[in-house]
């Protein structure tokens, strides 16, 4: 099956300090990527969708110049939270869609734990 | 707006029971998608099973199967003979088709111990 790799899996950095997560899909082409948060014990909160080439759309809430999203191409996109602080510890995943349409299946990456001290 | 409601915040089954795990959704698009993920405490999502709005049988794979009531907009899990590493927390999603986004709304998910 479809695999999406995320890197790097797990993440301690410093206050005010911008860190960069990957995604990747491995053997396939993902025209649309997703990136979800999710804290302990809670559900996956869909953060933005990221087409290849475009801005990515970002869901009601989250702030589009603390989480950067690029998807420069059909097998790529980062995240990058800026000035991230302790309350940014979370965990991300990504998943990517093969195809075009809404129906087409999506693969979630690992996911990447972020602490921030 | 669409939302998923997962009303079992912790469910306990002794090991090699059944157990159902609750999911109701609202929509207002007839063509939708309903999914099941488990989500171990590695954290990866991994897919169980699915079931289209237009399907007319229950999903099924392997001792994972789906009971899907349209008229209720209920799309419960039900897991036979439960195994110790079905400990996990599991998540019902719902895709919409209308729009075309694709994004997956999920709910607040449920965490399943198996008792031995």
């Known amino acids: 099956g479809a695999v999406v790799s995320q890197h790097p899996s797990w993440v301690i950095c410093k206050s005010g300090t911008s860190v960069k997560i990957e995604c990747r899909s491995l053997?396939?082409?993902?025209?649309?990527m997703f990136w979800y948060r999710q804290f302990p014990k809670q559900s996956l909160m869909l953060m933005a969708t990221?087409?290849?080439?475009?801005?990515?759309?970002?869901e009601q809430g989250v702030e589009k110049d603390k989480f950067l999203i690029n998807h420069a191409s059909l097998t790529l996109s980062t995240l990058t939270v800026t000035s991230a602080h302790p309350e940014d510890s979370s965990f991300y995943i990504c998943s990517a869609r093969s195809g075009g349409w809404a129906t087409d299946t999506q693969y979630f990456g690992p996911g990447t734990r972020l602490t921030v001290l | 707006a669409q939302k998923i409601t997962q009303t079992q915040p912790g469910m306990f089954v002794q090991e090699k029971e059944a157990v159902t795990l609750d999911c109701t959704y609202d929509?207002?698009?007839?063509?939708?998608?309903l999914f099941w993920y488990k989500q171990p405490s590695s954290g990866e999502m991994i897919f169980l099973i699915y079931q289209g709005s237009y399907d007319q049988q229950n999903a099924t794979e392997g001792r994972y199967s789906l009971n899907f009531q349209k008229a209720r907009k209920s799309a419960n899990l039900v897991i036979s003979a439960s195994q110790l590493g079905d400990s996990a927390m599991y998540f019902c999603?719902?895709?919409?088709?209308?729009?075309?986004?694709?994004?997956?709304?999920f709910g607040q998910g449920t965490t399943l111990q198996v008792k031995p």
């Open positions: 929509t207002s698009d007839p063509s939708y998608g």
């Open positions: 999603a719902m895709r919409e088709v209308t729009g075309n986004t694709g994004k997956l709304i």
């Open positions: 990221s087409n290849e080439g475009s801005k990515a759309t970002y």
């Open positions: 053997d396939f082409q993902a025209t649309t």
